[in-house]
């Protein structure tokens, strides 16, 4: 089993910046594909960022949604014991509750929420304009 804990979300006027963290604790070497996804009132779950490691666990590829590219990075310390969404020139599109997911395969369909075993419990974003 895996225990997933984000921490980091606050109100932020458009434009600045947030971290996210995502505490992992227990089989962490068993999940070689870690995510952040975010969920709005009245819509879908959608894919931020994924960071995936590679069955040598040397190496590892970042993916990000096209709504965040360049303006979001994803990163790992401690080769996945904890997971970290760095967010700049925040919008108020990206007031969301985030959270954090995580699996133990190598993703394929990274962007799809149904991919992941291990869910955190979300922490929300606010953006105002």
């Known amino acids: 089993q895996v225990q997933l804990v984000e921490s980091g979300g606050r109100l932020v006027q458009a434009g600045g910046s947030l971290r996210l963290s995502c505490a992992a604790s227990g089989r962490t070497f068993d999940t070689p594909t870690m995510g952040w996804f975010r969920q709005a009132p009245g819509k879908e779950r959608e894919f931020v960022a994924t960071?995936?490691?590679?069955?040598?666990?040397?190496?590892?590829?970042?993916y990000y949604a096209d709504s965040v590219k360049g303006r979001f990075t994803i990163s790992s310390v401690n080769a996945k014991n904890t997971v970290y969404l760095q967010m700049g020139r925040l919008e108020p599109a990206d007031t969301a509750i985030y959270y954090c997911?995580?699996?133990?395969?190598?993703?394929?369909?990274?962007?799809?929420?149904?991919?992941?075993?291990?869910w955190g419990q979300g922490t929300q974003v606010t953006v105002s304009s």
């Open positions: 997911a995580a699996d133990n395969t190598v993703v394929d369909d990274y962007a799809r929420p149904a991919e992941y075993d291990y």
């Open positions: 960071i995936r490691w590679s069955s040598s666990r040397i190496y590892y590829y970042t």
